[in-house]
């Protein structure tokens, strides 16, 4: 299970400003990105707004490779290696 929630510094450790949805004593991994502008609110990745004016999303599907394994044999055509 993956969450990204806000959270400040809080006499040393941190203090998360939204509930989560974990199990009481699960271990998790905490990975801290600096909010350089507080003041603005967190980009949700899941909403479609986000990625409708993204330069780099816009190029994914505008070519056709004509393989239609791509995605399975990703390292074979990439790299060359042979089949499993």
């Known amino acids: 299970m993956t969450a990204t929630v806000r959270a400040r510094v809080s006499h040393g450790g941190i203090e998360l ?28 990745l899941n909403d479609d707004d986000v990625w409708e004016n993204d330069t780099f999303f816009k190029l994914a599907g505008i070519m056709d490779s004509g393989l239609g394994d791509l995605a399975k044999n990703h390292d074979k055509y990439l790299y060359g290696q042979p089949d499993k």
């Open 17 to 44: 400003l939204e509930k989560i949805d974990f199990p009481e004593g699960r271990e998790v991994l905490v990975t801290i990105n600096e909010i350089m502008n507080p003041e603005k609110e967190a980009v949700d």
